[in-house]
């Protein structure tokens, strides 16, 4: 999602230097559309698994609900700012990451069940709700805009960084369970 807002940015930048330059905009907006679009199916084959073996296995909903989080407040980014094809593409993307935690949420067992539901309802409504609520009545609209702004971003790096450092863990997991072992 953050690829998609600096296609846009760099789009009306452009726009802003030369209006010879809308030939170039629109292409980088929709190209912005596509890769978002993209990022959203790209779990596809993972809920495909998950509905084919009618089990989660070891598959984690955090990912997912971080990344409904992160698409819910882009779209009211896009919503406040106002961006039309921004609020349609994530728009899309969230509606796509409901489907995929109600398909996780059919096919976990009863304890996983219960843990996403409430981080769900914490992370997904609690921090949405408080977002909007905190902006719209205690902010005028440009102030709105900077601090939704400023929180997507955050939550796009958080949602982005956070498997790397899962990547960056790892290996030394492994190397003390190995250790442990001998």
Same mark, same amino acid.
């Given at each position: ?5 600096? #296609?846009?940015? @760099? ?44 089990? &989660? ?9 971080? @990344? ?6 882009? &779209?009211?980014?896009?919503? +406040?700012?106002?961006?039309?094809? $921004? ?7 969230? $509606? ?15 304890? +996983? %069940?219960?843990?996403?539901?409430? @981080? ?7 921090? $949405? ?8 009545? &205690?902010?005028? %609209? ?12 955050? #939550? =796009? #790096? ?13 290996? =030394? ?10």
């Amino acid at each position: 999602m953050e690829i998609t807002v600096i #296609v846009g940015v @760099l789009g009306k930048w452009i726009l802003q230097q030369n209006p010879i330059f809308i030939t170039l905009h629109l292409p980088l907006l929709f190209s912005r559309n596509i890769v978002a679009a993209l990022l959203f199916l790209s779990p596809l084959s993972t809920f495909w698994r998950i509905i084919k073996n009618r089990s &989660t296995e070891a598959f984690e909903s955090i990912p997912y609900i971080v @990344l409904l989080l992160n698409a819910t407040l882009w &779209t009211y980014y896009g919503s +406040i700012k106002p961006d039309v094809l $921004l609020v349609t593409i994530i728009g899309f993307g969230s $509606l796509l990451m409901v489907v995929y935690l109600s398909i996780f949420l059919t096919f976990a067992p009863s304890k +996983i %069940k219960i843990r996403t539901a409430v @981080l769900v309802a914490v992370v997904n409504v609690g921090v $949405l709700v408080a977002a909007i609520l905190g902006t719209r009545l &205690t902010m005028r %609209k440009r102030a709105q805009v900077n601090t939704i702004s400023l929180l997507c971003h955050c #939550v =796009t #790096v958080f949602s982005f960084a956070s498997p790397l450092v899962a990547i960056a863990i790892f290996p =030394t997991y492994k190397h003390i369970k190995k250790n442990h072992s001998l």
